[in-house]
């Protein structure tokens, strides 16, 4: 069986991040379907409002950064969970 480079960086980097796993459980690096390597973090904030938490997803052009309360977290988690199931259907 012949492997691309594509495939094996996609196996080493999924293989990184299940070694990761064990150890931060709330950082990950995966290969998405466009073939771009994506860094996934969530990170508790001191602040205000408490619970709050930072999303950061580092991409290999971009970098998304968003802090918000435990109560929108809830809420995006909910409507994702929705959105993502309505094409199972």
């Known amino acids: 069986m012949k492997i691309?480079?594509?495939?094996?960086?996609?196996?080493?980097?999924?293989a990184i991040s299940l070694e990761k796993k064990d150890q931060?459980?709330?950082h990950e690096t995966f290969v998405n379907e466009l073939e771009n390597e994506?860094?996934?973090s969530i990170e508790e904030v001191?602040?205000?409002?408490?619970?709050?938490?930072?999303?950061?997803?580092?991409?290999?052009n971009s970098?998304?950064?968003?802090?918000?309360?435990?109560?929108?977290?809830?809420?995006?988690?909910g409507m994702l969970s929705r959105?993502?199931?309505?094409?199972?259907e």
Do not use: C, H, V
Not at 63 to 77: D, F, K, Q
């Open 38 to 40: 994506i860094e996934l």
């Open 46 to 60: 001191e602040g205000d409002a408490p619970g709050a938490l930072m999303i950061t997803m580092t991409g290999p």
């Open 83 to 88: 959105f993502l199931t309505k094409d199972d």
């Open 4 to 14: 691309t480079r594509k495939q094996l960086k996609r196996y080493i980097l999924e």
């Open 24 to 26: 931060d459980q709330f």
């Open 63 to 77: 970098t998304s950064t968003n802090t918000i309360t435990r109560m929108e977290a809830e809420r995006l988690s």
